[in-house]
């Protein structure tokens, strides 16, 4: 079975260019997580989704940050404009309702903002 | 407060040794969920087990082994006769019936396993 699928795996930008993150979260899935993990904090829970509904946002660092579950396939984290301080990696991560299921997660994306 | 606690930041062993990792939690809730996850330097998390709190049953998988015991609020990983790729940070989570779907993590151990 397919895990789940982050792109792109590695992105390099300039401070002020939007940027997109994408994720496909394991099919039946009814809960989609974004993290962010840097050596000084560690894994920070973004935002979550459940059933594409967005349920808690409260670690979404600032309004440049967005996130998106048009359809329960997909979803998106946006940074506009970025800064060289969100230079981190970002983790997707999905899971069944029951509350004893795992999250599991995507490769992630490795974001470097020059 | 919830929290978990691995108090281990690093660990170095050498090939074929046993080594244990800790992780010690704190909930008011009776029922909970404890994880364990590897994140290998190739960067992915890896999702190795989970444990409810009403479920006190140690596991072992091949050379890994886990002991879970509520009277010291403890979750703790053993790899026997360790080897090169268990080289990891290995992270503790726990969440909570009464905390959503949030997973309160650890700072993980990184463990560095020498030829």
């Known amino acids: 079975d397919a895990g789940v699928i982050q792109s792109p795996r590695h992105e390099v930008t300039e401070m002020g260019q939007e940027v997109t993150l994408r994720c496909k979260p394991i099919s039946g899935h009814d809960y989609l997580f974004w993290y962010r993990q840097t050596m000084m904090r560690g894994l920070e829970l973004l935002i979550y989704?459940?059933?594409?509904?967005?349920?808690?946002d409260s670690g979404m660092p600032e309004d440049r940050f967005s996130a998106k579950m048009p359809n329960a396939s997909f979803s998106t984290l946006k940074i506009q404009p970025s800064e060289p301080r969100d230079s981190a990696v970002y983790f997707c991560?999905?899971?069944?309702?029951?509350?004893?299921?795992?999250?599991?997660f995507g490769d992630g994306t490795r974001l470097s903002i020059l | 407060a919830q929290k978990v606690t691995q108090a281990q930041t690093e660990i170095s062993v050498v090939e074929k040794e046993d080594v244990t990792l800790d992780c010690v939690y704190e909930t008011r809730d009776t029922t909970y969920y404890l994880f364990w996850y590897k994140q290998p330097p190739s960067g992915e998390l890896v999702f190795l087990i989970r444990r409810n709190s009403f479920d006190e049953q140690n596991e072992i998988s091949g050379r890994y082994s886990w002991n879970f015991q509520k009277s010291t609020s403890s979750f703790n990983f053993t790899i026997t006769a360790s080897q090169v790729v268990d080289s990891a940070v290995y992270f503790c989570a726990l969440r909570s019936a009464g905390n959503n779907r949030k997973l309160i993590w650890g700072l993980g151990t990184s463990l560095a396993v020498n030829p």
């Open positions: 991560a999905s899971s069944l309702r029951q509350l004893n299921q795992p999250q599991h």
């Open positions: 989704f459940n059933n594409n509904v967005p349920i808690d």
